[in-house]
């Protein structure tokens, strides 16, 4: 639940339309904003939004309103370049962002994220890039938390494993998580009953709780240092007690704490619960208690696994290997013949396995199971807070695109409480409002807190029918995906690991027909859901008649943008802080969607199907697996440096 690979929306699909203007016309779209100024641009509105466990579906449409008065609004923010929010004295700026070609190669956005404040970069494993034709048993794409889970598993039961990777270990959206390990689901189980039956949420309580418990049984196996412990999981309302909406949700959270205590769980409601620091005015005692959740250090835990994988004479990882073609080749028909599968890398090798394990967050494909995912972007601030000042407790509200809250380790004085939410669609929003916002949410809860060291962002896939999708990809036999984390990647890619590691053993698993990718049933009751969102996604290709700017002179230093020239293909511009001119092409090589300049993580984000690239157009997320074209020789070369760079 909480950011990305644990990233999370309790439940968003918010529609945010943006007007239709003549290329002509400099048309700065809500999800770019003031890309032509140094100076401050136009304010920018920004208005909470409402979640519910009594909900009709994740990916029906809704209208934003800024009517909901029981979190006093954050209401009008000024953003100054270079990007600071500056809405009061006791507002931190915004953390710096890296200029360092290597960044890119280390992480998904511009910002770092606060684990890397007790565990750097620089400690991370590191591996050789792949440089010869190989084969094995498992190939796996993808060095996050459900490749690493994946190859944890098939390692120990005896099988050869080859892990590739685009760019270096942990560099996507695991390491951007907000370190949630719960089977308090964000999605609520009140409604995953009505999609998968009572017997699939007590499944998926039951596989995500063994996950959450399985972090801790390796962190002791191996001797890993990573912060983890249990602690209890409070779910609040998102108003005040008086507000006129709180007794309807308090209402919800008493029948979600029966059906969690129905299928197993160990919940209670507590009509007088109360968060120890919480002395803000607001007041939003009463909620849902989920006892024995945790929480980790997650890029320590992982370091730690892939440290001992490391030592293993069965497995080998290569870095800086993209993949740019996973396919099944020959037949087997009623146990006659073989299949196997080939997999082809961007620098012209081959891995030929026995079976492959798709583990990048999504799949590198056109659809399929990607018409059956939302896209979203969840953001995060890391803020201290004095040791002891506050419980140690998993917090979320009940909000639609919620707030979560945890702690972990600064220094000998403070903790950092992690607060985040402000979900939304990818590459359909302003990005830097959503700080400040969060920032002014804790403070008028927590009033003790002091500055905020670390902001970031990360990405949540958010599957039509709340469960995600593991097991083999719809087509294939050989090939496997792990997708659609819903906000709790963490569980679902440890959880993952033992799955997949059944079915390639021919191990019978109670769980796999509730993940399984080819499932029919659960989508066939979200249809309506599955047309609007389709329709909201062509809406996107709107962007083809949309120009950012009219002239690249318009563009200040450190922004980019889309250049849309009436007679020719629409170009992705990223102007440097020095003023240099970098060109690559909008268009994503994924379906065609133009590209919308992510101001926060100083990005290129695709609107359609979510994939996102670095302002030097290197590929981060998926689905698509390519870079952006360079279109001229400073973009050209800024991209060389950047996917070279030590």
């Known amino acids: ?234 779910d609040v309302s998102q108003f005040p007690i008086g507000h006129e909406k709180h007794d309807k949700e308090i209402s919800e959270l008493k029948e979600e704490a029966e059906m969690q205590k129905k299928i197993g769980m160990e919940t209670r409601f507590d009509p007088n619960l109360t968060v120890k620091g919480w002395s803000g005015k607001i007041d939003q005692r009463g909620g849902l208690v989920a006892n024995n959740q945790a929480t980790f250090h997650p890029t320590r835990y992982l370091a730690g696994v892939l440290n001992w994988l490391k030592q293993q004479p069965n497995f080998q990882c290569y870095t800086r290997t993209r993949v740019m073609d996973v396919s099944e080749k020959g037949i087997e028909v009623l146990g006659l013949g073989h299949k196997t599968v080939e997999i082809k890398t961007e620098n012209g090798h081959t891995v030929k396995a026995e079976n492959a394990v798709e583990a990048t967050c999504v799949p590198l494909q056109k659809l399929s199971v990607i018409t059956q995912l939302e896209f979203y972007r969840s953001y995060c601030i890391a803020i201290r807070v ?111 690991g033992r799955l997949i590691a059944d079915e390639i053993d021919d191990v019978p698993n109670p769980w796999a027909k509730l993940y399984n990718p080819k499932r029919v049933a659960s989508i066939l009751k979200s249809l309506p859901s599955l047309v609007s969102h389709d329709l909201q996604i062509n809406a996107q290709y709107k962007r083809f008649l949309q120009s950012d700017i009219t002239d690249i002179e318009d563009l200040a230093p450190g922004c980019g943008a889309v250049l849309n020239p009436t007679t020719k293909k629409p170009i992705a511009v990223y102007k440097d802080e020095s003023g240099k001119v970098h060109k690559y092409t909008a268009l994503c090589p994924h379906l065609k969607g133009v590209v919308c300049w992510n101001h926060a993580e100083k990005s290129f984000d695709c609107p359609v199907h979510g994939s996102r690239f670095s302002k030097e157009g290197v590929c981060v997320i998926g689905p698509a697996k390519a870079n952006l074209e360079p279109m001229d020789e400073a973009g050209k070369v800024d991209q060389g440096i950047t996917v070279s760079a030590e």
């Open 386 to 496: 004095p040791k002891g000042s506050v419980e140690d407790c998993l917090l979320y509200d009940n909000a639609e695109e919620y707030k979560y809250v945890r702690l972990t380790a600064c220094d000998e004085k403070d903790d950092y409480m992690v607060v985040g939410g402000c979900d939304h669609k990818v590459g359909q929003e302003e990005t830097l409002p959503r700080y400040a916002e969060l920032e002014q949410w804790t403070r008028e809860r927590f009033p003790q807190a002091g500055t905020v060291d670390y902001k970031w962002s990360g990405q949540v896939f958010e599957p039509v029918d709340f469960m995600a999708f593991i097991g083999k990809n719809q087509g294939n036999d050989k090939i496997y995906i792990i997708t659609g984390d819903s906000g709790d990647g963490l569980t679902h890619g440890v959880l993952a």
């Open 1 to 234: 639940m909480a950011l990305t690979v644990s990233l999370c929306s309790r439940r968003a699909a918010t529609f945010f339309g943006r007007k239709l203007l003549p290329v002509q016309t400099i048309t700065r779209l809500p999800a770019t904003g003031d890309v032509t100024s140094s100076r401050t641009p136009p304010s920018t509105l920004v208005t909470h939004h409402q979640r519910s466990f009594i909900h009709t579906s994740p990916l029906q449409p809704k209208t934003t309103s800024n009517s909901n008065k029981s979190f006093p609004s954050l209401q009008y923010i000024s953003q100054q370049r270079p990007f600071t929010t500056t809405t009061s004295s006791n507002m931190a700026t915004l953390s710096s962002v890296s200029e360092q070609p290597g960044h890119t190669m280390q992480t998904s956005g511009a910002s770092d994220s606060v684990w890397v404040h007790k565990h750097p970069y620089s400690k991370l494993p590191t591996f050789p890039t792949l440089d010869k034709d190989l084969s094995t048993d498992v190939a796996i794409i993808g060095a996050g938390i459900a490749g690493i889970a994946t190859a944890y598993e098939l390692v120990r039961r005896g099988k050869n494993v080859v892990m590739l990777e685009a760019r270096d270990v942990l560099s996507g959206e695991t390491g951007r998580t907000s370190g949630h390990l719960t089977n308090d689901l964000d999605d609520g189980y009140i409604e995953i009953a009505k999609k998968h039956g009572e017997e699939g949420a007590k499944i998926a309580a039951e596989s995500h709780a063994w996950a959450r418990d399985r972090v801790g049984e390796i962190t002791k196996e191996l001797g890993i240092d990573c912060e983890y412990r249990r602690l209890p999981a409070y």
